[in-house]
């Protein structure tokens, strides 16, 4: 949510931090803005829109200058336009500053401010914070830097900020709380500062990931110095990169979102690499090693997650309570963080995140941590915050997922919630050996036959067309392909903006059934396992009132192929693990009905990848 990217060194800031801010788009995409310093000057560039839209506007404008702040918006505070995009500067134009985040205060800062004579241009939370840095700065006849910290002690919310000042011109400072921000040392004594690696990654491997109210100022010549909020200095942590530059291209694909569906195949190997041994039988996961006992004796488990990560928490809470004998809630991490829950010391709360940023899933950990219990993570972002506070965990190993709509992401999560719900069950002896033996060799043949669905892309293109034009959706799924239903819709509405609504099938004809007509397409998962039988009936249903249907079958089905409109056959698996082949073809449906409808499918409307304010 919001992409923050600088730079100070040798170079041409322009470029780097422009390419950065093309990188961090899918963090926000809502306007564009680019400040350099040259010659005691601030030139302060931005515009309503995409990155391109900057780009174009500053063809044939002097971009010169060493030092450079850049940001990607997604509106929090006022509308998308000129005026509010970032950087923000000073009443008196000699600091700019670019801000990730929510300053929760923003309107008793610019109460005061306003008495004291500032003048604001823009509707954002970000100027008045620039504001209080210059009054402070004024007043208290402080350096900039110390202005930073002075105003931050000032500030409740949520930020990642990087400013730039006409009085220092060789220096860059940099803040966070609660929205990431992560330091790059470059090789020529240049610094890269930017909301994640991907900006960074091509030009150094070494760097350090900012925590909470810590205060970093980079200096030409002189280095990286770290300090917390209350000014004590700190020794930085520098971390190596693993991250490759050919990760974060298209590789060939039209879209990123394509990419990564196609990509799953590799991903949930990698997620099970090294963690998996069929031949004797063995499922583990390191993070998570010392915990397994713990797990296996919990009362109770709790699932935090938002959107996506939430879906894949419903699949894990079939699979842990299935195979584990384990309780488990899921919640929604904004419901949980506010509604005072009961948590006790022997409780595991684990929260499930691709980015490993999301606001709300950070907060309901740091809340089940402060009440005692052990909080796990499950995330995709190597170095994220979820995976720095968390007493331990497993990365999903999914690669980055650039678009905003989760696809391998969601398969990777699914993928280490049935490896830790079998290394538990091995260790509780909830699974007997037979079972368990079955379950593992089915994991391991996963890929090939999500590579087998894939080849069905031109199958499904195809019948995509029929329901391309649709206003409305239904997703039909009992068990755990209900989870999968609702993963479906939200595919579905949030890149081709179909209204959609996932339901276990059986629900039905307690309501949602009024809604159908020939119009209607229903998908539902007709997949062969317990619930198959239930499910034929719930198409029959549909049929009586003339609903579309297309259903995802088991390879060789007979039954319902003689009743819906169009059918996708898919591998026979073992029924704990259907959710992660019936998730692919309608990840494929929502790709092309969206490409049809003409919608940006990387960089649907209104929405933003890593969400960092609540
Ligand atoms: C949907 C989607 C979102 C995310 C949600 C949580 O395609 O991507 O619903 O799943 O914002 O994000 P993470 O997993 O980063 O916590």
Redesign the pocket.
Known sequence: MCGIVAYIGQEQAFPIVLKGLKRLEYRGYDSAGIALLENGEIKNYKRQGKVAELESFTDNQDTEGTVGIGHTRWATHGLPNDINAHPHTSGNGDIALIHNGIIENYDILKEGLLSRGHKFESETDTEVLVHLIQDIKDHEKVSTAEAVRLALNNVIGAYAIVVLSKDNPDQLIAARKSSPLVVGIGKKGDYYLASDATPIVEYTNEVVYLEDEEIAIVERNKGLRLYNIQNQEKTPYIQELELQLEALEKGGYEHFMLKEIHEQPHSIQDCFRGRLNVDTGWVGLGGIKDYEKQLASANRIIMV?????WHAALVGEYLFEDLARVPVEVEYASEFRYRNPIIDEGDIVIA???????AD?LAALELAKSKGATILGICNVVGSSISRITHAGSYTHAGPEIG???TK?FTAQVTVLTLMALAIARNKGSLNEAKFRRIITELELIPEKVSKILESSDYIEELSKEYKDASNALYLGRGNSFPVALEGA??LK?ISYIHAEGYPAAEMKHGPIALIDEEMPVFVIATKGTSYEKVVSNIQEVKARKGKVVAIVTEGDTQVKGMADHVIEIPNTDEHLSPLLTTIPFQLISYYIAVMRGCNVDQPRNLA???TVE
């Open positions: 997650a938002c959107g996506t990560s499930i995140s691709q980015s490993g940023e999301t899933t905003v709509a989760s992401a939200l595919k949030e990848k890593s969400v």
